[in-house]
T-cell receptor
Framework: NAGVMQNPRHLVRRRGQEARLRCSPV?????VYWYRQLPEEGLKFMVY????????ESGMPKERFSAEFPKEGPSILRIQQVVRGDSAAYFC?????????????FGPGTRLTVL | AQSVTQLDSHVSVSEGTPVLLRCNYS??????LFWYVQHPNKGLQLLLK??????LVKGINGFEAEFKKSETSFHLTKPSAHMSDAAEYFCVVSDLSDYKLSFGAGTTVTVRA
């Protein structure tokens, strides 16, 4: 029973390049959440998606960041023209339902380093 | 809006002694409260959660937490620390009206032999 899968686990990019982070939720889960963890901080909500829909992107930076969760395949968090401040761990979580009492299961994270 | 304050950024205990990690929350509505643990370079694992049922919640690996509404607290305890408990612990809250999880800054636990 596979949990949330994220890849790559580590990603190194130079300033100005694009970063693509992938997340496969727990089988049967249709709700996906992305969080970002800056050094020495807790996780901060970025975006909440259901299949083919962005439900809440209030935590996403207005520029350069986008997310999708297509009908088939993993959820993708895309960061264009990365800057050093984007260096962080990005965690994906999934849940069976989108209610607050439902447990969010987290993946191992992708650690992005921008040189 | 909800928020969490973890009162200790770092806790050091001897193996076999009790562990106490303190957490205070603020929430506009009835909160759901969680404790997650993160081992180095690993994902977050749910230890336990409170969702308006019993106020004393038992979790995995011998951990438990007590919800105290009057004190707006949700402290995590374990009677006897093990070396494998060394990790980062996050107290997390979500409002009944909101699916977004709000994380505390984390408490790093070290266990001395």
């Amino acid at each position: 029973n596979a949990g949330v899968m994220q890849n790559p686990r580590h990603l190194v990019r130079r300033r100005g390049q694009e970063a693509r982070l992938r997340c496969s939720p727990v089988k049967g889960h249709s709700h996906v959440y992305w969080y970002r963890q800056l050094p020495e901080e807790g996780l901060k909500f970025m975006v909440y998606l259901q299949k083919e829909n962005i439900i809440d992107e209030s935590g996403m930076p207005k520029e350069r960041f986008s997310a999708e969760f297509p009908k088939e395949g993993p959820s993708i968090l895309r960061i264009q023209q990365v800057v050093r401040g984007d260096s962080a761990a990005y965690f994906c979580a999934s849940s069976l339902a989108g209610v607050t009492t439902d447990t969010q299961y987290f993946g191992p994270g992708t650690r992005l380093t921008v040189l | 809006a909800q928020s969490v304050t973890q009162l200790d950024s770092h806790v050091s205990v001897s193996e076999g002694t009790p562990v106490l990690l303190r957490c205070n929350y603020s929430s506009s509505y009835s909160p759901s409260l969680f404790w997650y643990v993160q081992h180095p370079n690993k994902g977050l694992q749910l230890l336990l959660k409170y969702t308006s049922a019993a106020t004393l919640v038992k979790g995995i690996n011998g951990f438990e937490a007590e919800f105290k509404k009057s004190e707006t607290s949700f402290h995590l305890t374990k009677p006897s620390a093990h070396m494998s408990d060394a990790a980062e612990y996050f107290c997390v809250v979500s409002d009944l009206s909101d699916y977004k999880l709000s994380f505390g800054a984390g408490t790093t636990v070290t266990v001395r032999a």
